[in-house]
């Protein structure tokens, strides 16, 4: 083929399928380029920045229901990989890309309420923002190991900024050079690994990764004393350290609490839920890259069973640290790190149950897991957000995120800390409240994996535990919200249900109620989990 | 594919290179010493791939990748000296060791 046919052929193929693909990414970086355009002429002053960011948010999340819209109804096939095999278009990768431009949507609306960056620093902020939702949407597409390794990177360095946006303050500017130190070094030790593993199978294609895996272990079952499964192994390590910093999993948990407490409470609500959500994607897919071929059961059941190990250890320890909290936003982050403990419980269920040798008996089950997670992540959305906006609401006025600082608050503002206790019960997992379905589910999946190895009845068990252990802390913050008395030099709280604060975490606190409530809601959502879980199993 | 000589010495230099940044991350107590740690295990890491690329079947993949991991590693820098630099403005020092007082 000569030079000019390949040229047309690219420019073919860009244009037809991969732009249209690409439809919301594009959004968001028109979005940052207009941001900065807008105010260099000056015209900032009468157009808010977060004005320009709700609309390119607003068109991102309307580029990608089209898209599954388009998927759904059958007209493409299901999945598609498009910019030369870099990324992937299927029901898995859109589901994410809605919930991730639904979740911007939402978290601007929140920082326009807060007014953490004010006018003059809105744009840097919201170019931050979009930008590395940008990355989270390639890690959720990713289709090669480059694009692994680009998703993760796009999302940290925005995220290292944001933290440290507060200026001028110690611990915003600590906690930046904690998260920036801590991910850089993960990012590195990354790399190495997928450099070992991209050069012993010889290639950066993921679709492609499971096929060469049982060719290197040479149709023999495939054990350590291979030099190179071994390779293999230490490169898949490796990667999973990358991975395991930005889902904040036990031995990498340092900088989550660090960078919670110093960033702002918006920015940590964003780190909360959105890269977490992208990181578990990208799990998934490289998870299931993974398994599946010939020869390697033994061993990625033993990887899929050391992910449930991580995954007690991460849910115990996050639930026990946050026990002498008293920064809300530092318990909210061992939260956090409890939750994903629990989630990563669903993609071990996956990987056991995936590697059993009989994947297609349990072809429904590995989808049930995958759908649970996914369920979870839905749910965690409003329910962390809504804990974080409280959080954000009551230090506009109190000027303090301290347990003692929202004492007593229901004598001032009872829509801020109603909304608090639903998002809080739903955290721990109470019915009816959408977080208690969730977990059902995932503990379900861990449940029928035990059918395969008996340590993920042992999950299930430290998971049930945990859940009670998370009360108590979680009650709390309900108890000196709900029964303390307001001290009487503290500062007040003025927000009332109907004005835009009151609303927001009111109608967050809705949606986290009736996704535990509306029969039709929770079916539809674990319908769409469903499509989309089967879109990124059924690629054995 | 392993057993060929020629890529060995290549791996070698790239795993004494990840070794040292790995080190020097985990000793140095100076802000930007950690950073040169970084940007040495970032480096090992590209030797690793253009090694492969010459050497296996990974072909011209390993040294595109190479590419992307340079301009990342200079965005990243940029990013992290800036922070450095805000830290140290608050604190006067970029002693990784003085930020200390988030914890708990």
Request: one cysteine or more; a neutral charge.
């Amino acid at each position: 083929m000569v030079f000019s046919q390949l040229i047309e052929k690219l420019i073919q193929e860009t244009t037809t399928s991969s732009l249209p693909y690409f439809g919301a990414e594009l959004c968001l970086s028109v979005t940052i380029v207009l941001m900065l355009l807008v105010r260099l002429f000056n015209a900032d002053r009468w157009l808010p920045a977060y004005l320009v960011a709700v609309l390119g948010a607003f068109a991102a999340l309307w580029c990608t229901y089209s898209q599954s819209a388009q998927l759904n109804s059958g007209s493409v096939s299901d999945s598609q990989t498009f910019f030369g095999g870099m990324l992937i278009q299927d029901l898995f990768s859109v589901y994410f890309r809605v919930f991730l431009s639904l979740f911007v949507l939402l978290t601007i609306a929140l920082t326009a309420l807060t007014g953490i960056p004010d006018i003059e620093d809105g744009p840097d902020f919201y170019s931050l923002l979009l930008g590395s939702t940008i990355g989270m949407m390639l890690m959720a597409s990713a289709n090669n190991l480059l694009i692994l390794f680009l998703g993760i990177e796009m999302t940290s360095v925005p995220s290292y900024a944001m933290v440290g946006f507060l200026k001028g303050r110690k611990t915003s500017s600590e906690a930046a050079l904690k998260y920036v130190v801590y991910g850089a070094g993960a990012a590195g030790v990354m790399l190495y690994g997928i450099s070992l593993l991209a050069g012993v199978l010889g290639t950066t294609d993921m679709s492609l990764l499971a096929v060469r895996l049982s060719e290197a272990a040479g149709g023999q079952t495939a054990g350590l004393a291979d030099p190179e499964i071994r390779a293999v192994t230490l490169g898949v390590l490796l990667v999973m350290v990358g991975l395991a910093f930005k889902l904040s999993l036990v031995p990498f948990h340092f900088w989550c609490p660090d960078a919670f407490e110093g960033a702002s409470a918006e920015v940590a609500g964003f780190l909360s839920v959105a890269s977490k959500a992208g990181a578990f994607a990208l799990l998934v897919r490289f998870c299931s890259a993974l398994s599946g071929a010939a020869g390697t059961e033994d061993l990625l059941m033993a990887f899929g069973v050391s992910l449930g190990v991580i995954a007690c250890i991460t849910a115990t320890f996050g639930n026990l640290a946050a026990y002498n909290q008293n920064n809300l936003k530092r318990l909210l982050a061992y939260s956090t790190i409890a939750h994903a403990g629990y989630m990563l419980m669903a993609v071990s269920a996956m990987m056991v149950m995936q590697n059993s040798g009989h994947a297609q008996l349990y072809q429904v089950d590995i989808q049930k897991s995958v759908e649970g997670l996914l369920y979870y992540l839905a749910v965690y959305l409003f329910m962390n957000l809504g804990a974080f906006a409280v959080i954000a609401l009551a230090r506009n006025y109190t000027f303090s995120e301290e347990i003692d600082s929202v004492k007593g608050l229901i004598s001032q503002s009872p829509v801020l800390c109603i909304s608090m206790m639903v998002c809080m019960f739903s955290l721990v997992g109470i019915p009816p409240f959408g977080g208690f379905f969730a977990k059902l589910m995932i503990f379900a999946a861990a449940l029928k994996a035990g059918e395969i190895h008996w340590f993920m009845y042992v999950v299930v068990a430290i998971g049930g535990l945990n859940t009670v252990l998370s009360l108590f802390y979680y009650i709390r913050v309900l108890k000196t919200m709900f029964l303390d008395e307001r001290p009487a030099q503290s500062r007040a709280v003025p927000i009332r249900l109907f004005s835009w604060e009151g609303s927001f975490v009111a109608v967050l606190a809705l949606l986290v109620l009736l996704l535990g409530t509306l029969p039709r809601l929770m079916s539809g959502l674990s319908a769409t989990a469903n499509a989309a879980a089967h879109a990124v199993v059924s690629q054995l | 594919m392993l057993a060929d000589n020629n890529i060995n010495s290549y791996l070698l230099v790239g795993a004494v290179l990840f070794v040292c940044g790995v080190i020097c991350m985990a000793t140095k107590r100076n802000g930007i010493g950690v950073l040169m740690g970084v940007e040495l295990v970032l480096n090992g890491a590209n030797v690793n791939f253009v090694a492969f690329s010459k050497f296996t079947r990974l072909g011209l993949d390993g040294q595109v990748f190479s590419l992307f991991v340079i301009v990342l590693a200079a965005a990243e820098a940029a990013v992290a000296l800036a922070i450095a630099l805000n830290f140290y403005n608050n604190h006067l020092t970029i002693d990784v060791d003085r930020a200390s007082k988030l914890r708990g």
